[in-house]
């Protein structure tokens, strides 16, 4: 088959799979059309099985990393600690619909920051709902808070991203370093998407929720699977420190929280493993696949050729454009292949630290306009079908193109202007 025929009938495959990924035809659950695509570009020899098995294999940590928090997320969910968490939250709201926007959003800050934009997706979700729901309110406004956040708050510390990982690659700052370059435009990026999606929402939030809802009892299971979230967290934290990869502290965390509270109470594991959407495991290793297939294209070159370009000059303007660029590249391919790039990139003697850091937050950030931009999102729209909520592609980025390109621009803006003094 002749290269240029090949490369079409892949970025076709890719197209369709991605598509079908966002708008769910017949029903059929994301991870189907992922594997499908897969599938056709190694049957088809448009890769070969060494190169899927391989591009597989790079996600290895990513997928202990989901398991765990996913096993974490189904306990908590099982011992009831959502439902005590969402009654707090209802109280604390004392009726009034903005306070409550208000804790959620917060709330989502401290997940994400510590434990990742992938565990506010899994893990603030289901909590999110049950607390809408113990309102009797609609719950889409606050569940839109769990995927915007999880990107909005990505760069705040290391581990808010494993895309930040990727970035930096071996060569992470130092956490004082961190702070001092990404706190600005951090705080920049959570504001304006604040204030924009508190806007998107205000006539959906005009209506006072229920105050009046009793606190349920706190089980020993639900008391264990918040201990294992927080050490979690806290073993997020060493492993990051350590230059250590995330997913095994993560897994080994969740599964033994899991099995300490069954062993307690007696029960069978099967409840909580049923309750695991494990969909989501094939799901990206079909996405790692496809991307795979359109690096034999070139694209990832010709992406790497023109954040090169930019690298060779200096000054505001290079820097937005490679901020802008890689946020772009984002929703097109999703950010951890775009983040690779930037990776790659960054290792170059002649990239400053200001575009490498101006990669990295198009890379976080960007994804907040498409439902495809990040895995976190991906995951978001998974735990949301669980509750029954439906939201397509195409309302998510009408949504995305009205509060992400504001926080972009500023968070950009606040980076360029800080590192010009």
């Not at 202990?64 to 600690?81: I, K, Q, V, Y």
């Not at 109280?91 to 804790?103: D, E, I, K, N, Y």
């Not at 992470?172 to 508190?198: K, N, Q």
Request: glycine content about 8%.
């Amino acid at each position: 088959m002749p290269p240029s025929l090949a490369h079409e009938i892949i970025w076709l495959i890719a197209a369709v799979a991605i598509v079908a990924i966002i708008t769910r035809p017949w029903g059929w659950p994301e991870a189907v059309w992922a594997v499908a695509g897969a599938l056709l570009l190694v049957l088809g020899s448009l890769v070969t099985w060494s190169q899927a098995r391989a591009a597989v294999l790079a996600g290895t940590d990513v997928y202990f990393f989901l398991a765990g928090m996913m096993l974490l997320a189904e306990l908590a969910r099982a011992e009831g600690l959502f439902d005590w968490v969402a009654a707090l939250a209802v109280r604390w709201a004392r009726g009034a619909p903005s306070r409550l926007f208000g804790l959620v959003y917060l709330v989502g800050i401290v997940v994400t920051a510590l434990l990742s934009n992938d565990a506010t997706a899994v893990v603030l979700t289901p909590a999110v709902y049950a607390a809408a729901s113990k309102a009797r309110t609609d719950p889409l406004p606050y569940l839109l808070i769990c995927a915007f956040i999880a990107n909005a708050a990505s760069f705040l510390l290391p581990i808010s991203n494993p895309a930040n990982l990727v970035v930096f690659a071996s060569h992470l700052p130092p956490l004082t370093v961190w702070l001092a370059t990404f706190m600005a435009p951090s705080v920049v990026a959570i504001a304006a998407t604040f204030f924009v999606l508190r806007a998107t929402q205000r006539r959906a939030l005009s209506t006072a929720l229920a105050s009046a809802v009793p606190l349920p009892p706190l089980t020993r299971g639900a008391r264990l699977a918040a201990l294992g979230i927080l050490l979690t967290a806290v073993a997020l934290l060493w492993a990051s420190a350590a230059g250590l990869e995330l997913g095994m502290p993560t897994f080994i965390a969740g599964a033994m929280t899991a099995a300490l509270a069954l062993v307690l109470d007696r029960r069978s594991p099967w409840h909580i493993i049923r309750g695991v959407s494990w969909g989501v495991i094939p799901l990206v290793a079909g996405l790692f696949v496809l991307v795979a297939g359109l690096g034999r294209t070139g694209l990832l070159d010709l992406l790497g050729a023109a954040l090169q370009q930019l690298t060779v000059h200096s000054g505001r303007a290079a820097a937005l454009a490679a901020g802008a660029g890689t946020a772009a590249a984002s929703n097109v391919m999703n950010n951890l292949p775009v983040a690779l790039i930037a990776g790659s990139i960054g290792a170059g003697a002649r990239v400053t630290a200001q575009l490498k850091d101006v990669m990295l937050i198009g890379v976080d950030l960007g994804p907040n306009l498409s439902v495809t931009g990040s895995l976190a999102t991906i995951l978001w729209l998974i735990a949301l079908r669980r509750e029954k909520v439906h939201l397509s592609g195409l309302t998510f980025l009408r949504l995305g193109a009205l509060v992400m390109p504001p926080a972009l621009l500023l968070a950009l803006a606040a980076m360029v202007l800080q590192q010009s003094y």
